[in-house]
């Protein structure tokens, strides 16, 4: 804490854009790196999951998206950089200004100017990439009609959801000063459990379409499983994914009587029934481990550390200051903390990986354990094979930025 407010407001400007060039280096070396594994021979284990056809074509899409990443974080970093040396947020800063005083107005002004810029910029790149790439190779399904609702529906919320949240938070410290932590971290945790019961019956609805699973062979099977184990589930449903993507994925959400789980129809196109029920395994295998509880309870615990330390340093004026702002702000101190603080954060996401993977493996176990092994491994090669997953990945890209094991990591495991 002395060591900041010793410094110099252009030495932390310099300090802000050596995190930024450092992140960006770093991300793009891991990025090459894991590029020079795309045209490695697969593994023996999973020599079944593609033909020469398809493997070419799995090449071709990473490819493609490894130089399509390249150009967008590019353009994202020389941005970020110019918006920083030409005091960009002096500027937008000083147009929420001339419409009123109020801190807690002038901090909404603020942010909307800036997501209003982001998405202007950024939509022309998430257009190419799911009406031009993901078109090409046989993903996309989304109309032009369901991109635009999309985007409009996700303003609508962010607006809502993240307006409403972050007035408050300014609120509480403008009442309680350095103390609003507290009243932050209740907020956001109540938000964070609140949104995790009911996220598949409120939001999701906004998005996609949810129907009870028809009776028949595979609820059944499913019925069946879930009581082998003990586990009461009685909400299955089935969400139009194919509105969107070719792509295949399930998921459970909510607790107690709020519990489900949610099959994409392509999921149930894409796999026989014993490999939906080995995936739903899988699955009831995190809630078994308590995973579930662990997440939760382990992001609302980074939260509350993250906004400890931010009540510690946003009154600091250097912290507008380094960002070319002349007027402190809790909303510009925040963008500068944030900034600040992305290399601890980056380290906490290492380490949540290495839960998230080893949970995983806890996960096949308890599928491989309670039900069979077999389908679980067909599931996991289809799921590969139908998104072109890169089967090679490099050790380091892995470590750093996979929250699963490889597929050959997996399948190894589950063959033991």
Known sequence: ??????????????????????????????????????????????????????????????????????????????????????????????????????????????????MIGSDFLSTPLSYYKTFVIEERFGFNKTTKKTFILDKIKGWLMLTIIGGGILALIIWFYQFSGKNFWLYAWALITVFTIFMNMFYARLIVPLFNKQSPLEEGELRNKISEYAKTVGFKLDKIFVIDGSKRSTKANAYFSGFGSEKRVTLFDTLITDLEDEEIVAVLAHEVGHYKKKHIIFNLAASILLTGITLYVLSIFVSNPLLSNALGVEIPSFHIGLIAFGLLYSPISEVTSLIMNWFSRTFEYQADNYAKNTYKAEPLISSLKKLSKNSLSNLTPHKAYVFLHYSHPTLLERVKNLKL
């Open 1 to 114: 804490m002395t060591l900041i407010y010793n410094m110099t407001a252009t030495t932390l400007f310099y300090i802000i854009i050596t995190i930024l060039i450092i992140s960006f280096l770093v991300d793009k070396i891991l990025d090459a790196l894991n590029a020079k594994h795309f045209d490695d021979v697969i593994p023996q284990e999973l020599q079944d999951v593609y033909d020469d056809t398809e493997y070419k074509k799995s090449q071709a899409y990473k490819k493609t998206n490894y130089k399509f990443g390249l150009l967008t974080s590019t353009f994202s970093i020389v941005l970020t950089l110019a918006f920083l040396f030409f005091d960009g947020f002096e500027f937008i800063d000083n147009i929420a200004r001339g419409y009123t005083k109020n801190p807690i107005l002038i901090a909404l002004i603020f942010f909307g100017i800036i």
